[in-house]
């Protein structure tokens, strides 16, 4: 007993280390059965609810680790112990370094449930999966990168400097990749606002095509001619971007022209004669039918009418059902389509017969 009071180990005696690690050990077993009885439970109960404020605490609890129980025990056990001793400041600061580093894998098993719900919720979309990891990512690096500075702060480093040199460097870098950045904001953009999305056809100027990957740095369409048109995000986001996928419904104007010659009374006819033929087709909206203009060649009609359903190829099966029926009805009626051409007017022709006169007497 003597040597367990007298010898000392970072200004305690053994006996008080003795008492210190029997603590630790007692109550690092109860926070192992507690864990073992109450967390489960309450894992079990969250399951049958549909609140997910329970399923957010079932998975923290469910995330606390074992070194996390036992950094806590040694805090409680060193609570008992009121001698100033050095080691105290440093126990301490292992207890701080072991909450941090809990807070850090509770921070990440948030954010993976937060991330796995919004999957869900948006059906497993390859666009949402996308945004949702990236974000997810960005958010990670954040946590970690605090709580690592909160950690030097705390075992005494001074992080003013390594904060300062960081910004200073952090605007070198980001001077020397200054573009790649902006790709890289755009992209956030991009899958945060989903102004498109895998799958979509894309307008941009005389440029079109699918979107069939969005990068970091670049998004990638498919034209219809088969090849690859690659964006830089920057770019793409400061265009006028047509996103045709999103179209819900079609507006289509087209022009039938007749010939000059057609009579008055059929004329006056033919704007209900194009809308027979626009109602007579399914899966569309008839808007009007007039007579527009009289052009160089023809008399001009104009009709529109709304296709319901986005789909290109579902508008062409429409409009070539109503040219034919609008082909059959005029040929019935006997109403000319007009085509280009041009009728020559001559005021007066030389006399014939006084030419032929003329021509008698020089001979």
Do not use: C
């Not at 850090?104 to 098993?109: E, I, K, R, S, V």
């Not at 005389?206 to 069939?212: C, F, I, K, N, P």
């Amino acid at each position: 007993m003597d040597i367990l009071t007298s010898q000392e180990f970072f200004g305690w005696p053994l006996l008080d280390w003795a008492k210190l690690i029997g603590l630790w050990i007692l109550f690092t077993a109860v926070g192992l059965g507690v864990r073992r009885v109450f967390f489960g439970r309450f894992t079990t109960l969250a399951a049958r609810t549909s609140n997910r404020v329970d399923d957010v605490v079932a998975e923290l609890l469910g995330g606390t680790r074992t070194f996390f129980l036992a950094v806590v025990a040694l805090w409680i056990a060193v609570e008992y112990r009121t001698d100033d001793a050095p080691a105290t400041v440093t126990l301490q600061r292992i207890v701080f370094v072991g909450l941090l580093l809990q807070l850090g894998l509770w921070g990440n098993d948030v954010i993976r449930l937060v991330a796995s719900w919004y999957s869900a919720a948006k059906n497993e979309d390859p666009a949402q999966i996308t945004a949702v990891t990236a974000v997810g990512l960005v958010g990670k690096i954040v946590l970690w990168s605090v709580l690592f500075l909160v950690a030097l702060d705390n075992i005494g480093i001074d992080i003013t400097a390594l904060v300062a040199g960081l910004g200073i460097g952090g605007i070198a870098i980001a001077l020397a990749v200054q573009n790649v950045l902006q790709d890289l904001l755009a992209y956030i953009s991009i899958v945060v606002d989903q102004p498109f999305v895998y799958g979509d056809f894309l307008v941009l100027n005389e440029l079109s095509g699918t979107v069939e990957h969005i990068g970091i740095k670049s998004t990638r369409l498919r034209s219809l001619s088969g090849e690859q048109i690659i964006f830089s995000n920057t770019d793409l986001l400061s265009s006028r971007v047509r996103n045709f996928k999103r179209m819900y419904e079609r507006r289509v104007v087209f022009q039938v022209g007749v010939t000059y010659d057609t009579p008055h009374e059929k004329l006056k006819a033919i704007p209900d004669m194009l809308r027979a033929a626009v109602e007579a087709s399914t899966d569309v909206r008839f808007d009007r039918a007039h007579l527009k203009a009289f052009g160089d060649f023809s008399i001009n009609f104009e009709t529109v009418y709304y296709v319901l359903v986005p789909d290109f190829a579902t508008h062409m099966d429409r409009q070539q059902e109503m040219n034919l029926a609008i082909h059959l009805r005029f040929t019935e009626e006997g109403i000319d389509f007009a085509f280009p051409t041009q009728t020559l007017h001559i005021e007066s022709l030389p006399d014939q017969s006084a030419a032929s006169g003329a021509s008698d007497a020089q001979a």
